[in-house]
Structure formats: structure tokens, C-alpha cells
């Protein structure tokens, strides 16, 4: 992605908060009502959307998930105001601005998707979830830029360029399951689904926007030859290095508050005023740098949560924690109703129809080569007893709603891609968004009780991911001893599969015995566990 991440908080206020003013035209006066009105039309969007959620989750409505309620209020009064006379300096104020989302309301939900992730069910199956997060979108991006490439070779629909197909596959493969988690938790979903689903969507956004950037990349540059390997070298190069420096970030974290001696009572303002400024020094040190601010803050997130919260205090524990989690859940309900309400405003192309219908059904070909796929290559690797039964496959699947990522690259593809191209896009990837969080998101519940896969996990109130995993009949327990010769004896493919899941197991005896007492303070890390609320995503 091309955008310039360099611009400065002043530009980007001038942008989204002054650009009202100046289409208005009027008296200061006039300008300063006009902003008081735009400002005050959200935050009555942002109420009704938390009251409505809360009288649907008491009522158990699960066909209107409180994620598809803002996005249907934001349809909803956007739609009037694009019918009605509402000033223009009023309606500017809900411009979508991809500068916006990616520098202010993205970083504390990616944040929090890492800094709220329970680490024994995550990294149990952490095998599973890189390989459909990173693997998988790698697959479902490049199946889709097939399809749609072919679609338009055939004249089945509108035909773009491949490199172009290969962006939109890129940004369409970025999933956003939060209408399916928040079911998954209410009716009481397994927990090894769960975080299967939530571990995916937390890697996948990162994912996702580091292939569109390539591709963008590639499409800049195609005049110059560049080769397939160097796309797959700047790939890596901007993942790996977003990754270490996330994760750099957050270890200097640690060692800060374990050696700086900030854990007493007088010093608690500045010890949670510097504990949420690391977050957005991991993200802007990346942006800075050239490489992917998502993946940086989404492991610095992961980093700081098992090293640095068991170095704070006890008082600060619980107020960096209520803190990320109520900056989330605002960003992540005003992003639904921000983006409903563009939707509403903005001009689409809806000349290619086609383009549109062919999309959605490439998608979900994509999708189920995604996780059909992956879960073949990830029960090769796992004994009976933790293979990923096929129901939990069904509704990994059925899971892939596409949400606010995709609906901002699309955005920015209309800058990146000449001759109306991005526009075409934008309009599909509008139409797609759509109809997955409201059709899909309001029917998830009818397909957890069609799989029966309700009721076979925790109760829905202390959390998604709390209850015990020593289950014998689970999936997340490693057993290495108990295999079988026949599955010893199997292709060089499974041997080096398990050779992976023994050197994860490596890892988490590295980090026992060597990482935690190194960056924690000793006797910490159990009250960081108890203190954390339950995720919302």
C-alpha cells in the first residue's frame, strides 16, 4: 500500500477535522455548529449502537450480532443524510479517512487482539494457527486473484490486470470474525474453535496488508523486471523485520519497568503513562522504517502481555487492562458505524454487477481452499486425538467475514489503481463486506447449532478461553511418546511437521526456564492472568 504514513498529526487533523470547515464556507460560527452537530451525530450513533447491542445480547438475538447493528445504524442514518438536505460541511465529518482508521482506530484493537490473547490456548495451537493465517491467506489471496483474473479472461465479468486481481485478492483475504467470536462466546462455543478462529484473525489482518503492499509494490515497479524472488524477499523482509521490531519493543518494555523500579504507589500515573505510549512507539518506530506497523504493535501487544503487565503493580495491572480493553471496544464499534455510514455516502460502481456477484463466489472457493487445505496439512502432523475434526473445519470456514481492513485497502485502492479500477474494486469489496457481517454474522448461531458445536465449551461468562485444556479427548495437549510407528513411518512432509511442534515445545521450556525470569519480576505473572478481563474480540 502506497500511503504516505509519514504525515503529520497536524496534516491529519487538518484532514478529518478542519476539512468540514473549509467546505462549509460560512462564519466561523456557522463552521464551529456544523462541527459540534457532526461530532455530536456520532457519539448518539456510538451509544445507540452499545444500548442496542446490550438489549440484544440480554434478549440471546442472535440474528443481529451487535458488530452488524452499527454497521446497519451507520447504513441507516447515512442513507438519510445522502437523501436528505444535511449540509455539506456536516456530512464531511464522516468521510472515511484510511489515514484515520490506520493511525488511530486500527493500533488499539490490533493491541488489544495481542495484549488480551490467553497464551496457553494460543500457543498450543500455534502451529495451526500460523499455518491458516499465513499459509492459508497466502493461498486464499492468490486463489482469488486467479479466479478473478479468469472471470474476466472469459468475459464472465470485468477484467482487470493480473497483478491487479492478485491486490484484490490480497485485500480481500483480510477476515474480521468479531460478529462470529462474540456468538461463539455467548452460546458457549469449544475452546480450541474458538482460538483457532480468533488466533487466525489476530495474524491475518497483519498478513493480509503486508501482501497488498507488495503487490502494490509489484505493480509500481513491473516495468523494471522485478523477479519473483525478490517479491517473496521484500515480503519476508517487511514481516520479519515488523515482527522483530514489535517484539524488540516489547522486551525493552519489559526490562524498563522490571529494572526502573516504577511499581510503587506514587508512581502509578507514570507508570501507566508510559505503559501506553510503548504500544504506539512500537507501531510509528515500524511505519517509520518502512515496514508494517500492524504486525509490529500486534507482537508487541503478545510480548508485553506475558513480560511486561506481571512488572507492574497491582493498581496498574487493573487499570492498563480496563483501559486498552474500553479504547478497543470504542474503536471497534465507531469503525462499524464510521464505515456504514461511507458506505451510505459514498459513490459506487455498480455498472459491474458481474464483477461483483463473481467475487463473492471466489471468495468462498478461496476460502475453503484456505482451511480445507491447511487443516489437511496440520492433522497430518497431529496424532488422532488432536486432529481438527471436520464440524471445526466447516466452521472455520463458514467464519470469514470480511470486515473494516478490507473495506480500508479497498479505499486506498482507488488511490493506487488508475482508470477507474479501484473504484470497481471498492464497490465489490462494499457489497462484499455487507452481506457477510449482516447475512453471515446474523446466521452464525443457526450454523453453530447445525454443526453442533454449541455447548461444548465454556459457559459464555468468564471468558472465551478459560477453561481447562487437559481434556483427553481435546486437540491442544502435545503427545509425542504415545505415536504410532505407522504414522512415524509417513512421507518426509509429517516428519518435518512434528519436528516443528517439538522445537514449539523447545520454545516453551526456552521461555520458561531462561525468558520469564529474565525479563519479569518473580511471582508476577500468575495475578497478570487473573486480573485480565476477558477479550471481546
Not at 503513562?273 to 508487541?300: H, N, Q
Request: aromatic content about 12%.
Amino acid at each position: 500500500m502506497t500511503t504516505n504514513y509519514s504525515i503529520g498529526i497536524e496534516t491529519l487533523l487538518q484532514q478529518h477535522m478542519i476539512s468540514p470547515a473549509s467546505a462549509g464556507g460560512g462564519a466561523p460560527g456557522k463552521e464551529q455548529q456544523a462541527a459540534g452537530v457532526g461530532i455530536l451525530l456520532q457519539i448518539m450513533m456510538l451509544v445507540l449502537s452499545f444500548v442496542l447491542g446490550h438489549v440484544l445480547r440480554r434478549h440471546r438475538f442472535y440474528y443481529l450480532p451487535e458488530a452488524s447493528a452499527s454497521l446497519l445504524i451507520g447504513l441507516i442514518v447515512g442513507g438519510l443524510a445522502n437523501i436528505s438536505n444535511t449540509e455539506t460541511n456536516i456530512r464531511a465529518w464522516f468521510n472515511f479517512h484510511e489515514e484515520f482508521f490506520f493511525l488511530f482506530l486500527l493500533p488499539p484493537i490490533i493491541f488489544q487482539s495481542g495484549f488480551s490473547l490467553a497464551p496457553k490456548p494460543f500457543f498450543s495451537n500455534f502451529g495451526a494457527i500460523v499455518t491458516f493465517a499465513i499459509l492459508g491467506t497466502l493461498i486464499s489471496s492468490i486463489v482469488t486473484g486467479i479466479l478473478v483474473y479468469l472471470g474476466g479472461v472469459t468475459y464472465l465479468m470485468f477484467r482487470l490486470p493480473f497483478v491487479e486481481c492478485l491486490m484484490f485478492g490480497a485485500l480481500i483475504s483480510a477476515t474480521d470474525p468479531v460478529t462470529v467470536l462474540s456468538i461463539f462466546q455467548e452460546l458457549g462455543t469449544d475452546t480450541n474453535l474458538y482460538a483457532l478462529v480468533f488466533g487466525e484473525s489476530v495474524l491475518n489482518d497483519a498478513m493480509a496488508i503486508s501482501l497488498y503492499r507488495t503487490m502494490s509494490l509489484v505493480r509500481s515497479h513491473a516495468s523494471s523486471g522485478q523477479n519473483f524472488f525478490m517479491v517473496i524477499l521484500r515480503f519476508l523482509e517487511t514481516f520479519v523485520g515488523s515482527l522483530s521490531a514489535g517484539v524488540g519493543v516489547g522486551f525493552m518494555s519489559a526490562l524498563l519497568f522490571k529494572y526502573a523500579g516504577l511499581d510503587i504507589d506514587n508512581l502509578q500515573n507514570l507508570e501507566c503513562c508510559l505503559f501506553v505510549l510503548f504500544p504506539y512507539f512500537s507501531y510509528m518506530l515500524a511505519e517509520g522504517l518502512g515496514l508494517s506497523g500492524i504486525v509490529s504493535i500486534l507482537f508487541t501487544g503478545i510480548v508485553m502481555k506475558h513480560y511486561t503487565y506481571s512488572n507492574l503493580s497491582v493498581k496498574s495491572q487493573r487499570f492498563v487492562s480496563a483501559f486498552f480493553h474500553l479504547i478497543s471496544s470504542l474503536a471497534e464499534t465507531f469503525v462499524f458505524i464510521y464505515m456504514g455510514f461511507d458506505i451510505a455516502m459514498e459513490q459506487h460502481s455498480w455498472s459491474h454487477i458481474g464483477f461483483i456477484f463473481f467475487s463473492v463466489l471466489s471468495i468462498g472457493v478461496a476460502r475453503a481452499a484456505n482451511v480445507f487445505s491447511c487443516a489437511y496439512l496440520v492433522n497430518m502432523a497431529r496424532p488422532p486425538h488432536r486432529k481438527i475434526p471436520s464440524k471445526h473445519q466447516k466452521a472455520l470456514w463458514y467464519s470469514g467475514l470480511r470486515g473494516a481492513m478490507a473495506f480500508a485497502l479497498a479505499l486506498q485502492s482507488i488511490h493506487d489503481l488508475p482508470e477507474g479500477h479501484g473504484q470497481t474494486i471498492f464497490s465489490a469489496t462494499t457489497a462484499i463486506v455487507v452481506l457477510t457481517v449482516l447475512l453471515i454474522g446474523g446466521s452464525t448461531g443457526t450454523m453453530l447449532e447445525a454443526l453442533e458445536v454449541v455447548g461444548d465449551g465454556h459457559d459464555g461468562h468468564d471468558g472465551p478461553l478459560v477453561e481447562s485444556f487437559d481434556e483427553p479427548n481435546g486437540y491442544i495437549a502435545p503427545s509425542y511418546g504415545g505415536e504410532s510407528s505407522e504414522s512415524s513411518s509417513g512421507n518426509r512432509i509429517k516428519m518435518k511437521l512434528k519436528e516443528f511442534h517439538k522445537n514449539a515445545a523447545s520454545f516453551t521450556a526456552l521461555d520458561r526456564n531462561y525468558l520469564t525470569p529474565f525479563f519479569t519480576s518473580q511471582g508476577g505473572e500468575d495475578e497478570a492472568e487473573e486480573l485480565m478481563p476477558s477479550p471481546r474480540r
